[in-house]
Each structure stands twice: as structure tokens, then as C-alpha cells.
């Protein structure tokens, strides 16, 4: 059974540019998340897509935008990327209901240069 | 809006000792709370969820605790390895509208010596 991937692993990209990082759910998920994660921080929430729509979504500016295709795999797409986008970019899937668990992957390492 | 704590930031200690681990949040209306444990440049592993009607979880050696009330959590782990090596975070789901994101803490790294 296959769980949260993320791809790539990392990347490196210059201020300015614009990246899109792809996540698929574990099998039998409906839902994803992401989240930013700064060095010695814990994650803070970017976004949730459930049934192709944003479903809610944090203190991020709009050049960060996400997709959820009818498979339910994801992208997240940050535009003009700015030396403070660099951080681990983690994916996160469930079940729709709020009582289930939040399992991740790996994350993109995003360095901005 | 929700903050979460955790405390001690890191801890090290001797193979074999039984620790405990602290978590805390403002906001008591929660609708449950998941620990988690990353290890270094990788991303995190469920550990335990404990929903707001319990009180307590356990896996194997660990057992996570709740008191809503109180907003406060505490991840027991026994008997301790170098293998458990990691930072523990918790997060807490915030009751209300459905998808309530998860807001988590900032990690306690531990460091387990053989």
C-alpha cells in the first residue's frame, strides 16, 4: 500500500521564478494537504483540496495556488518565488471525516537562491 | 486563534529511561489531537490520534494522553531507545467548519544516548 508521495525531492530555483511541486495521496484518500516548513519550526498550513476545490486555507499570500485533479493527486504552485519561500514543502492526506489521521510524505526541499 | 506549545524544546537522555513528553494549546475546543514524529530532512510519521471524547491512546511503548479541559497533552514513551531518536510534534484539529486545518507545535528534539 503506497503512501503520501511527493515529488521532486528537492529543488533549486531563483528569486523570481516559479515552481510547481505534485503530491499523491496515500491510496484510498480523498483529501490533501499542504504545509511550509521553515528549519526548526513545526509545519504551518498553506491549503486543503477536497473534491477539486480549496476547501480552506491559511495566512499565505495568492502566489500560492493549488490544484487537485480527479484522481485525487495535487500540485502546489508558487509564483515569483521569494528567498523566504525556501522551506520543506510537505503533503498531507486523509479521509474526508475530521476524525481521521493526517499521514505525509517525504516533502520537496525548495532552496530559492 | 489556536497556539500550540511544546516544552522541553529538546532532551537527552539515557537508553532505557522513561520520559515524558509536553504539549500545549489555548484553544480547549478542539476536535482531536495527532503526535507525530520527523526524523532529520524527512517528513513525519503518525504516531498516535486521540480524538476529543478520549483520553488516552496507546501504541506499542507509547501512550498519548488528552485533558482538553486543561489543553494540555503529554506523549509517554517507555523505556526509551536510540532508535526513538527524533523530534515529536503534536497538532491539534480545531472544532467547527468541516477540514479544520491541523496547528502544530514547534517539536521537542530528543536525543536518546546509547
Known amino acids: 500500500d503506497a503512501g503520501v508521495t511527493q515529488s521532486p525531492t528537492h529543488l533549486i530555483k531563483t528569486r523570481g521564478q516559479q515552481v510547481t511541486l505534485r503530491c499523491s495521496p496515500k491510496s484510498g484518500h480523498d483529501t490533501v494537504s499542504w504545509y511550509q516548513q521553515a528549519l526548526g519550526q513545526g509545519p504551518q498550513f498553506i491549503f486543503q483540496?477536497?473534491?477539486?476545490?480549496?476547501?480552506q486555507r491559511g495566512n499565505f499570500p495568492d502566489r500560492f495556488s493549488g490544484h487537485q485533479f480527479p484522481n485525487y493527486s495535487s500540485e502546489l504552485n508558487v509564483n515569483a518565488l521569494l528567498l523566504g519561500d525556501s522551506a520543506l514543502y510537505l503533503c498531507?492526506?486523509?479521509?474526508?471525516?475530521?476524525?481521521?489521521?493526517?499521514?505525509f510524505g517525504n516533502g520537496t526541499r525548495l532552496t530559492v537562491t | 486563534k489556536q497556539e500550540v506549545t511544546q516544552i522541553p524544546a529538546a532532551l537527552s537522555v539515557p537508553e532505557g529511561e522513561n520520559l515524558v513528553l509536553n504539549c500545549s494549546f489555548t484553544d480547549s475546543a478542539i476536535y482531536n489531537l495527532q503526535w507525530f514524529r520527523q526524523d532529520p530532512g524527512k517528513g513525519l510519521t503518525s504516531l498516535l490520534l486521540i480524538q476529543s471524547s478520549q483520553r488516552e491512546q496507546t501504541s506499542g511503548r507509547l501512550n498519548a494522553s488528552l485533558d482538553k479541559s486543561s489543553g494540555r497533552s503529554t506523549l509517554y514513551i517507555a523505556a526509551s531507545q536510540p532508535g526513538d531518536s527524533a523530534t515529536y510534534l503534536c497538532a491539534v484539529r480545531g472544532g467547527g467548519n468541516y477540514g479544520q486545518n491541523f496547528v502544530f507545535g514547534p517539536g521537542t528534539r530528543l536525543s536518546v544516548l546509547p
Open positions: 483540496y477536497y473534491e477539486e476545490e480549496e476547501r
Open positions: 498531507a492526506s486523509s479521509f474526508a471525516p475530521r476524525n481521521s489521521p493526517l499521514h
